[in-house]
């Protein structure tokens, strides 16, 4: 079996494809590219609350040891960007992450990180997956981890208090806890649990925290990715005990969802959009923004606003953060929820973006609906929605073919402008509202996803991309 790399890391279902063999093999490819390639210094290797991802993890740690690089393993589990933390806190070469993200329980993945603490780019990733694939089981030479610990390869860190200096640094955290706030924290069973209860105790600010315990069956949801869908205990729970915001995490808490005070769901477009308007109106900051193509036209009005430039790139982390690199860009973000900062991490961080919410609420005294009512003002209004579909892997194909030769005139009412092909299938209409098909690059889902100056027009739109694609 080939190991592939989606848009973040190699992710399979457990025991079917995502094997301790399979593992070391890829673990055995990454040290092999390592004593190549990567900076010295030290491999941190982090894990998620999934199914056996500490074992999975022991046996990572255990290949990269084997193969003499020094290695800090987690003691307990975190989320991907406090893992990201540590490989800048601890001057490391780059690390991994035993997680499968929002993916369902049965998943399991392997992120590969830099040593900026991002997501492996597109060169790294192509050069990975030829070394891994080219391996035999006989190459893997992993070291057990005792004697990894008794030479002193191998060292078990404390992943929390270098992230919690670093969130102090870049968030106003007296100005949130002193703000008198009531939030409901959806951990979603995830490692985001406890990070926002713990950073924000001991002001008037009261923080409740649901979902918040380990389950690697992730019950009542399909996957611990912070969608509408996934949310309604944290809606009941805003509504119930009167609070002013929501905040949910994904299973490994670099993506962040928001709920209002009346406990409907922002979208993640809205929230990406609300950050950035945050940093740029209330913080007075300048900088480039990275967006995704799916991700909200509210960036290119924010930037027209600010005279900032705005640079878009195809969706994945791995595209944006040598962007991010590259221009010193204030905020970096994708549709996914996933969001990162200049002064902290090329990557996603959930957790960060959660308190730079509440900050913004604390400076203004204002409730999400009130900043995106505010935000509309300065932008106009934007509707945004999203569906996906899963499909029977033979009709990929055929659903390609469909969807490349698709040149319509007009959808939902609209002239199409250009038919735009980096990444996946995008229309570009009047008034640069879109209409976007593409591949999940990590489960065998469609996603078709629009964004008009009316919802109506936004329903309409992901119609005529389910009937250009043929499903539903």
């Given at each position: 079996m080939a190991i592939r790399f989606g848009t973040d890391g190699w992710r399979g279902i457990i025991a079917e494809d995502f094997t301790f063999a399979n593992l070391r093999l890829a673990s055995q490819g990454l040290a092999l590219w390592a004593r190549r390639h990567a900076p010295p210094g030290p491999w941190v290797v982090g894990y998620d609350c999934r199914f056996a991802s500490e074992d999975f993890a022991d046996a990572c740690a255990e290949v990269l040891a084997g193969n003499g690089l020094p290695v800090l393993l987690c003691d307990r589990p975190a989320p991907t960007p406090v893992v990201a933390w540590n490989i800048l806190a601890h001057h490391g070469a780059g690390g991994v992450v035993i997680t499968a993200s929002h993916n369902p329980a049965r998943w399991?993945?392997?992120?590969?990180?830099?040593?900026?603490?991002?997501?492996?780019?597109?060169?790294?990733?192509?050069?990975?997956?030829?070394?891994?694939?080219?391996?035999?089981?006989?190459?893997?030479?992993?070291?057990?981890?005792?004697?990894?610990?008794?030479?002193?390869?191998?060292?078990?860190?404390?992943?929390?208090?270098?992230?919690?200096?670093?969130v102090a640094r870049r968030v106003d955290l007296a100005l949130v806890r002193s703000a008198g706030l009531t939030v409901v924290v959806d951990?979603?069973?995830?490692?985001?649990?406890?990070?926002?209860?713990?950073?924000?105790?001991?002001?008037?600010?009261?923080?409740?925290?649901?979902?918040?315990?380990?389950?690697?069956?992730?019950?009542?949801?399909?996957?611990?990715?912070?969608?509408?869908?996934?949310?309604?205990?944290?809606?009941?729970?805003?509504?119930?005990?009167?609070?002013?915001?929501?905040?949910?995490?994904?299973?490994?808490?670099d993506r962040l969802g928001v709920v209002d005070e009346g406990g409907n769901f922002l979208t993640a477009l809205d929230a990406f959009a609300l950050l950035a308007f945050f940093l740029l109106e209330v913080r007075g900051l300048r900088g480039p923004l990275v967006k995704t193509l799916t991700s909200s036209r509210m960036l290119l009005r924010l930037g027209e606003r600010y005279r900032v430039p705005v640079y878009e790139t195809p969706v994945g982390f791995k595209f944006v953060a040598p962007l991010m690199l590259q221009h010193n860009a204030l905020i970096g973000g994708e549709?996914?929820?996933?969001?990162?900062?200049?002064?902290?991490?090329?990557?996603?961080?959930?957790?960060?973006?959660?308190?730079?919410?509440?900050?913004?609420?604390?400076?203004?005294?204002?409730?999400?609906?009130?900043?995106?009512?505010?935000?509309?003002?300065?932008?106009?209004?934007?509707?945004?929605?999203?569906?996906?579909?899963?499909?029977?892997?033979?009709?990929?194909?055929?659903?390609?073919?469909?969807?490349?030769?698709?040149?319509?005139?007009?959808?939902a009412g609209l002239p199409v402008r250009r038919k735009d092909t980096t990444d996946g299938w995008r229309w570009v209409l009047e008034d640069q509202w879109w209409l976007a098909v593409r591949f999940s690059g990590t489960e065998p889902l469609l996603r078709i996803y629009a964004e008009a100056d009316s919802p109506q027009r936004v329903e309409a739109l992901l119609d005529a991309g389910q009937a250009l694609a043929g499903v539903g």
């Open positions: 399991n993945g392997f992120k590969v990180k830099t040593s900026h603490g991002s997501s492996a780019p597109p060169e790294q990733v192509e050069a990975l997956e030829r070394i891994i694939n080219s391996l035999m089981p006989e190459a893997v030479r992993p070291l057990p981890k005792k004697d990894a610990l008794a030479q002193g390869l191998l060292r078990l860190v404390d992943p929390i208090p270098p992230y919690d200096q670093q951990a979603m069973h995830g490692t985001g649990a406890g990070y926002i209860p713990r950073l924000l105790a001991g002001g008037t600010t009261r923080i409740l925290e649901i979902r918040g315990e380990r389950n690697p069956l992730f019950p009542g949801m399909h996957n611990p990715e912070p969608i509408a869908p996934n949310l309604a205990p944290l809606s009941q729970a805003v509504r119930q005990h009167h609070a002013q915001v929501g905040l949910a995490f994904d299973g490994d808490a549709e996914s929820g996933g969001f990162a900062f200049q002064g902290h991490l090329p990557e996603r961080d959930g957790i960060l973006s959660g308190l730079l919410f509440l900050e913004f609420m604390a400076r203004t005294g204002k409730t999400p609906s009130q900043l995106l009512a505010l935000l509309h003002q300065a932008v106009g209004p934007h509707f945004y929605a999203r569906r996906d579909f899963p499909f029977p892997p033979e009709e990929r194909e055929t659903i390609r073919q469909r969807l490349n030769n698709a040149y319509p005139d007009t959808l």
